[in-house]
């Protein structure tokens, strides 16, 4: 859908795209000790994503990973903003009832995932390639989904030349409690990337 608008000076027509997450490359990666299980679930019905640590002390710790392949007018666009929505099924916390925030990374993985995807390094510093988005109670399997600004991610990824958006999502460990987060990565109710730009 193109909306018209003038801003900055640009005669461009502003763009409003939104791109399903592309649910084959997606997947978790979980750490158990020095064991990984990887989940690629394939986005059929019922199909989550886990991220954040468990919350019974065990210290089994959940990374999701999202891939959006990105069209060529947003790889060559000016970006006026990009979010990332997804629908929350379950929040599992330890104290019960928490918040807890998820960190967003810019990263890099050819799929299928492998274990060393687990922490591999960002794609740049911190304040292009991360970003801090808190889950509450009051957002598990709320429709409208959780939205995340991931704009400065998908500048970034755009001036690395980047043909697919792709993040980790884990938990922020900064005074924060344990938990575990479960998104939905269904056929029917994908990840979401929305940009728009010129």
Known sequence: MAMA??????????????????ETADGDILKQGSTFTI??????AGATLLAGVAPDLS????RAFLDFPLTSGVRNGVIQSATLNVVVRNLSTSPAG???PLLVELVSYVPPLIAGD???AILAIPSRAQTVRTITPAQVNDPGGVDIDVTALLIEAQNQRLSHFQ???LEDFVNSPLGIVTIDDSN???P???VLYF
Do not use: H, K, V
């Not at 608008?5 to 592309?22: F, K, Q, V």
């Not at 210290?59 to 959940?62: K, L, S």
């Open 5 to 22: 608008g003038c801003g900055g000076g640009n005669d461009r027509p502003l763009i409003d795209t939104t791109i399903d997450s592309y």
């Open 39 to 44: 989940t690629m679930p394939g986005g059929g």
């Open 59 to 62: 210290g089994d710790e959940y």
């Open 98 to 100: 928490s918040s807890l």
């Open 118 to 120: 687990f922490d591999s």
């Open 167 to 169: 993040i980790r999502l």
């Open 188 to 190: 029917a109710t994908p």
């Open 192 to 194: 979401q990337l929305r």
